[in-house]
Nanobody, 122 residues
Framework: VQLQASGGGLVQTGDSLTLSCAAS????????MGWFRQAPGNEREFVAC??????KYTDPVKGRFTISRDSAKNTVYLQMNNLKPEDTAVYYC??????????????????WGQGTLVTVSS
């Protein structure tokens, strides 16, 4: 089982960026897929998750970020619009089978990608 995150980079405030997470082993069908981020000096925090058409977002990204899935490509995306400097972090994709009500909690995610850095300059 592997998760491969990509798409990070250096952008300016207000720009858009799409992160991709390629998943192996049929994870997209059997797992909740999530995105987390970790800024320097901070703990890893929940960003968004997706399962069977349902989504959740942390409040600071609601209306700006969209999580989606392309089953044919076994890939989960995080479309990030109107980026802000406070979005700067290493972004990780992850997979879990925990109940939906707990899907915002990183501790329940078993599989993790390697992380991709997003830097938003002011």
């Amino acid at each position: 089982v592997q998760l491969q995150a990509s798409g990070g980079g250096l952008v300016q405030t207000g720009d858009s960026l799409t992160l991709s997470c390629a998943a192996s082993g049929g994870l997209l069908w059997s797992h909740t897929m999530g995105w987390f981020r970790q800024a320097p000096g901070n703990e890893r925090e929940f960003v968004a998750c997706f399962r069977n058409g349902q989504t959740k977002y942390t409040d600071p990204v609601k209306g700006r970020f969209t999580i989606s899935r392309d089953s044919a490509k076994n890939t989960v995306y995080l479309q990030m619009n109107n980026l802000k400097p406070e979005d700067t972090a290493v972004y990780y994709c992850a997979a879990t089978t925990v109940i939906w009500g707990r899907a915002t909690e990183a501790i329940h995610y078993r599989y993790w990608g390697q992380g991709t850095l997003v830097t938003v300059s002011s």
